[in-house]
Nanobody, 115 residues
Framework: QVQLVESGGGLVQPGGSLRLSCAAS????????MGWYRQPPGKGRELVAV???????NYADSVKGRFTVSRDNAKNTVNLQMNSLKPEDTAVYYCNLKQGYYLYWGQGTQVTVSS
């Protein structure tokens, strides 16, 4: 069994920064992909950024150059540094872990970008 616990969401003004963190516990395999998805109000869930266990990353075009995903394999954590935030980044952000055939999700953390 795997559990993902997120932290770091909140309210920020446009142009500001936030850092999201996610800690995974349980049976974590050596080879996995961890990252972040988000669900804006009234829309479906979408990819934000993911990172493999050997450090390869993939970003949504809308966040390239503003967001940075990183992970610590020893601690089973993944972080998302979000800079130059825009109102359209407002969403519930979900931590994600994919290993083998299995997909795990955190409970979600709200990020609101508003003046």
């Amino acid at each position: 069994q795997v559990q993902l616990v997120e932290s770091g969401g909140g309210l920020v003004q446009p142009g500001g920064s936030l850092r999201l963190s996610c800690a995974a516990s349980g049976s974590i395999l050596r080879i996995s992909t961890m990252g972040w998805y988000r669900q804006p109000p009234g829309k479906g869930r979408e990819l934000v950024a993911v990172v493999t266990s050997d450090g390869n990353t993939n970003y949504a075009d809308s966040v390239k150059g503003r967001f940075t995903v990183s992970r610590d394999n020893a601690k089973n954590t993944v972080n998302l540094q979000m800079n130059s935030l825009k109102p359209e980044d407002t969403a519930v952000y979900y931590c994600n872990l994919k290993q083998g055939y299995y997909l795990y999700w955190g409970q979600g953390t709200q990020v609101t970008v508003s003046s």
